[in-house]
């Protein structure tokens, strides 16, 4: 058991197969086939300042270092913190289906099929269909760099045959040292289990789709952090625009009345005539 929870705490300090880093993606897309994306990507703060009093420090660099390399690539990126998870808010907006599959970060497995529109006269038909897979995002370069600044924190090795000691990112750390110190916290013990949801919003209320909670009829979020992975999100809605059709019967009408105008005054110059 304590070579278990060993094996458990060395992966949470190197933030891979970790419950200590939180993914929450949000897709909010609008009647004109418009997507704003954001994401979430949160660390579990609370656990790394109860085991590293150098945590902060790193953090501080690990988060400065994301957001500058994510406003480069045009996104808005802002702190993010409750109480146990602090990082960056990201966030994308006005983007077309393509534009928003291409910014998708890393974790979601997607092609050419996996946002579908097929445009009618009144009705449009959309499938969204694609993979997510966690391990891919925990092993992301993003995560890399905090895991670089992160770890730097971690208590330092103590050469000694009693020790079980890992390499984590080219230094020694005392996986014992990192055990004790997570034991010795008082009171309920900051969770590792993972987190991470995707919450996507639509114009209309779906006729299919495979989320793990209806949030309300046009709102619908996904358990990323499953056991069993990639996750499979599928959704399918249609959109009506009426609007097309009401302008359609305008003519019709407006067309008749021309029609019903003329003919009228030329029946009325025939008896002009006689």
């Known amino acids: 058991m304590k070579k278990i929870l060993l094996i458990i705490l ?3 300090i190197t933030l891979i197969t970790t419950g200590c ?8 897309i609008n009647k004109n086939d418009r997507i704003n994306f954001s994401q979430t990507q949160g660390f579990n703060v609370q656990f790394f300042r109860a085991i590293s009093s150098g945590f902060d420090q790193g953090f501080k660099k690990s988060v400065a270092t994301l957001a500058e390399k994510y406003k480069k690539q045009g996104f808005q990126a802002n702190e993010y ?7 960056l808010n990201i966030s994308k907006n006005n983007l077309t289906f393509k534009q928003t599959r291409e910014i998708l970060p890393a974790g979601f497995k997607v092609d050419d099929n996996s946002f579908i529109i097929n445009k009618g006269f009144v009705k449009s038909s959309y499938k969204l269909h694609f993979y997510y897979d966690i391990r891919e995002a925990l092993s992301s ?3 890399a760099v905090a895991q670089r600044e992160i770890s730097s924190g971690t208590p330092n090795v103590i050469l000694s045959r009693d020790m079980e000691v890992r390499r984590i990112n080219g230094q ?16 309920e013990k900051p969770s590792i289990v993972p987190i991470s949801k995707l919450n996507i919003k639509i114009p209309a209320k779906a006729k299919n789709n495979n989320a793990d909670k209806v949030l309300s009829d046009t709102e619908y979020q996904w358990n990323l952090a499953k056991e069993a ?3 499979e999100i599928y959704l399918e809605y249609d959109v009506f625009d009426f609007s097309k059709l009401m302008i ?13 105008l003329v003919n009228k005054l030329q029946k009325s110059d025939v008896v002009k005539g006689l």
């Open 10 to 12: 060395a992966s949470t």
């Open 21 to 28: 880093v939180k993914f929450e993606y949000t897709m909010d």
């Open 81 to 87: 913190n409750d109480e146990a998870f602090a990082g």
């Open 141 to 143: 370069p993003e995560i």
């Open 172 to 187: 020694w750390v005392n996986m014992t040292a990192i055990k004790d110190e997570y034991d010795a916290i008082e009171g």
């Open 229 to 231: 992975q990639p996750v």
């Open 248 to 260: 359609t019967l305008s003519l019709i009408l407006l067309l008749s009345a021309v029609f019903y």
